[in-house]
C-alpha cells in the first residue's frame, strides 16, 4: 500500500507562486509508479493537472497550466514536486497527488487510471 502526503499549499496572491511536495511512502519502488497532480473544486470531480512518468522523460499537463505550472520528480526521495508559478484565482483547489502502477501513464488524464491519492492540500489564491 502507497501513502502519499502532499504539502506546500497556502494562500497567495495572483500572480504569486508555490510549490507543492507529494512524498510516497510504504512502496517498494517508487521509481515505478507514474505519478500525477489533479485539482478539486467544491461540486466538481477531480481535474487533471499535470503527470510525469516513472523516469521523468515525459510530462503532461493540462492546457489551463501551460507554461505556469511545472511537474518533477526525485526518485532518490520518494517525493514529485508541482511548482506553480504566475497563479489565477481560477487555481483555486484542492490538489491531490495520485500515483498509478503503470509507470508510463497510459491515460493519464483518468482519475480512474490512478491506484493511490494523496490527502491533498489546499491552494487559494486572492486577486
Known amino acids: 500500500q502507497v501513502q502519499l502526503v502532499e504539502s506546500g499549499g497556502g494562500s497567495v496572491q495572483a500572480g504569486g507562486s508555490l510549490r507543492l511536495s507529494c512524498a510516497a511512502s510504504?512502496?517498494?519502488?517508487?521509481?515505478?509508479?507514474?505519478m500525477a497532480w489533479f485539482r478539486q473544486v467544491p461540486g466538481k470531480v477531480h481535474a487533471f493537472v499535470a503527470g510525469?512518468?516513472?523516469?521523468?522523460?515525459?510530462?503532461y499537463y493540462a492546457d489551463s497550466v501551460k507554461g505556469r505550472f511545472t511537474i518533477s520528480r526525485d526518485n532518490a526521495k520518494n517525493t514529485v514536486f508541482l511548482q506553480m508559478n504566475s497563479l489565477k484565482p481560477e487555481d483555486t483547489a484542492v490538489f491531490y497527488c495520485?500515483?498509478?502502477?503503470?509507470?508510463?501513464?497510459?491515460?493519464?488524464?483518468?482519475?480512474?487510471?490512478?491506484?493511490?491519492w494523496g490527502q491533498g492540500t489546499q491552494v487559494t489564491v486572492s486577486s
Open positions: 510504504g512502496c517498494t519502488t517508487f521509481s515505478n509508479l507514474g
Open positions: 495520485a500515483a498509478s502502477a503503470n509507470p508510463v501513464l497510459v491515460r493519464y488524464r483518468a482519475p480512474g487510471a490512478y491506484d493511490f
Open positions: 510525469i512518468t516513472w523516469n521523468g522523460y515525459n510530462t
